[in-house]
């Protein structure tokens, strides 16, 4: 899909189970916390002011651990990215325009259109002159070569590296001048999906403050990771004074809170207009929602199950707004583990567990209407049908049909081991139990609920599902493609990380980080030549069936299995915060944040309804 349209679905709220119950009675009673009231400007009126700082919570049990803004395998969370693009950002930036569909064609690139000739073969790239480094060097074609050459150079080290495209598939780059790029590419691409997919990843880094005169890519590169792996130091390190983009960090701690200040010398047209943004991490929504709802917080989320109570918020300043993402949402089965690797090999056991999902009951009554069911490879609105509902006869067909009967423990034996029809499949041995372990993210109910009422599911037919919860950075850092002979690939079996969306796509949704062989994002190490011929397809050309043969191919095989995909969070937002762009893509854009105040009443929004400058406490930072 070319342009695709977003779809906003009305989102209302998430189903907990403790939380909830501990949440609604706060609210009904009217114990906990002391309530603050935040300046209520409703929605038009205001006048802008400049300064003030807004703070921001991060997804629970998220804590940003990766400032270099080249991603390392294991540290690819969105929150990271997003944070790294404001210190540097790409050449094109995901938006949505007027129109409401997503575009790479922003005012606050980096860069000007692309220009494609020789048969989409070459690609001319003009950066626009104003951008200027914060020590007061200007951004030139160099520095975007520079990203290039350590990527080119360390590519096995870079998370977003898959074989046969950047950078595999630019033969040549040039610096034809202190402002203009060129690249020859190894064939001819689809001009939107190489621009969406491909040049939108590029960003110029600081070659002069990075580079050391005689040093290879391969050392700088190494030079760089060593420093990127120490966290304790993000805020103080030398290294990372050295910024473009909007912002730059003033305060980077090890629990993951994070405070941004303005660059003084960006150049883009979106300058900030707050003194700070600080992105304040949270164990649980729960600990999330009590500083919330005392006004620590001026942009924050709420389960919700308790979306009927948004009047509480509405009355003490607030506005409620769901955050829509481009993305997908599923569960992980890794291929390669020696274990459990020979069992989710079989699709026939992949379509039985995936016709063992729920997803519409689970989206209506654990997510209480807040996700709607993954249909395939590509987000629900492009997808025609569900070709595999929730069927539980169909998954006790196709799993007694292959030799599978139920064993005294009520737990599905194989009883016809072998290759042929009606057997259970290749490394299968006679009596082997259909038992998984499932590895999943910790600090949201909604998640736990979720994979309860999965596991409930599966024990009905006599799958047996033991789940273990982990810290989302620990499940990101487990849940890597891997080999068989790899440890890593033993110490999980099957993985979830969505409690947010599991995968959130560029403006062309294709899969070339998530199912291409040896993709990056490829965790459970799927490998299908159709697949990889239907990919390539949809970045070759330009026609509107490659994308619709893909996610119908993707959709049948299940190379995961597809769960509910969740709004990336129903968000609660000060009344008088305006200029906030809740983007499908997730990326953030505080530059263009500001607070207003009430006409006439000399109040502004940074203080409060009272002018307390302190009312809200040191988590608001006022």
């Known amino acids: 899909m070319r342009q695709s349209r977003t779809r906003i679905r009305g989102r209302t709220g998430r189903l907990l189970a403790a939380v909830p119950l501990l949440v609604a009675a706060v609210l009904l009673t009217g114990c906990g916390p002391k309530v603050e ?34 991603g390392a395998p294991g540290y690819l969370a969105t ?39 020789d048969g989409n073969r070459t690609v001319t790239v003009p950066l626009k002159k104003h951008y200027r480094w914060s020590d007061g060097k200007p951004v030139t074609a160099g520095d975007v070569a520079f990203w290039f050459e350590l990527i080119r150079a360390n590519k096995d080290d870079w998370g977003g590296y898959s074989p046969k495209l950047l950078p595999d598939n630019v033969e ?20 939107a999906w190489f621009t969406a997919n491909q040049l939108a990843r590029f960003k110029p880094l600081p070659r002069h403050a990075w580079s050391k005169k005689g040093e290879s890519p391969k050392k700088v590169f190494q030079r760089l990771l060593s420093h990127a792996k120490q966290l304790s130091k993000f805020d103080s390190d030398p290294l990372w004074k050295t910024t473009m983009g909007p912002w730059r960090v003033e305060k980077w701690t ?33 600990s999330e929602f009590n500083v919330l709802r005392a006004g620590g917080l001026d942009y924050g989320y709420i389960p919700p199950s308790v979306m009927a109570q948004s009047e509480h918020f509405k009355k003490t300043g607030y506005r409620i707004d769901p955050w829509e993402s481009w993305g997908i949402t599923y569960i992980v089965p890794n291929l390669n583990n020696p274990r459990t690797g020979p069992l989710m090999r079989q699709r026939y056991v992949r379509q039985a567990l995936q016709s063992l999902i729920d997803q519409k009951s689970i989206s209506e009554h654990v997510w209480q209407g807040s996700a709607e069911p993954t249909l395939g490879p590509v987000p629900a609105a492009l997808m025609e049908d569900n070709p595999l509902p929730y069927d539980p006869a ?36 006679k009596g082997r139990r259909l038992a998984l372990e499932l590895l999943s993210q910790s600090g949201s109910t909604e998640t736990s609920n979720t994979m309860q009422a999965i596991k409930s599911s599966f024990s009905r037919e006599g799958v047996r599902l033991d789940i273990r919860e982990q810290p989302l950075n620990t499940v990101l850092g487990t849940t890597v493609p891997c080999k ?9 079996e099957m993985g979830f990380f969505g409690t947010q969306g599991s995968w959130i796509f560029p403006v062309d949704p294709s899969g070339e980080q998530l199912f291409a062989t040896g993709a990056p994002s490829n965790m459970g190490n799927w490998s299908d ?36 995909n969740p709004a990336y969070q129903v968000s609660v937002i000060r009344s008088d915060l305006r200029g906030i762009d809740q983007n499908p893509t997730l990326s953030l854009s505080p530059q263009d944040w500001y607070f207003v105040k009430k006409s006439g009443d000399g109040k502004d929004g940074r203080d409060g309804k009272d002018g307390n400058a302190d009312q809200h406490g040191k988590g608001a930072g006022r």
């Open 37 to 70: 009231t935040v300046t209520d400007v409703r929605a038009g009126e205001g006048t802008p002011v400049e300064g003030g700082t807004a703070t921001m919570a991060l997804p629970p049990a998220a804590t940003p651990n990766w400032i270099f803004p080249i």
């Open 79 to 117: 929150y990271n990215s997003a944070i790294q693009d404001l210190l540097y950002p790409p050449l094109y930036t995901p938006e949505t325009a007027k129109s409401g569909k997503l575009t790479t064609d922003s005012p606050r690139n980096v860069a000007e259109k692309p220009r494609y000739s």
């Open 172 to 191: 040549k780059l040039q610096v034809l001048d202190a402002h203009t790029l060129r690249l020859r590419l190894d064939r001819a691409y689809n001009p």
């Open 254 to 286: 090890t629990s993951g809170s994070v405070s941004l200040v303005p660059n003084k010398r960006y150049g883009g047209p979106d300058k900030p207009h707050l003194d700070r943004v600080v992105l304040k991490p949270f164990t649980t929504a729960g």
């Open 394 to 429: 169909k998954a006790r067909r196709l799993l007694t049909s292959h030799g599978w009967q139920r064993g005294d423990d009520g737990t599905l034996r194989c009883e016809r081991p072998g290759t042929g029809e009606g057997k259970c499949g290749k490394g299968i041995a």
């Open 484 to 492: 068989k002979s790899e440890p890593v690939c033993s110490q999980w």
């Open 529 to 564: 030549p159709e697949t990889d011929r239907l990919i390539k397809r949809t970045e070759y050309g330009d026609d509107p069936t490659s994308m619709r043969d893909y996610a119908r191919h993707l959709a049948r095989e299940v190379p995961v299995l597809w769960t509910p």
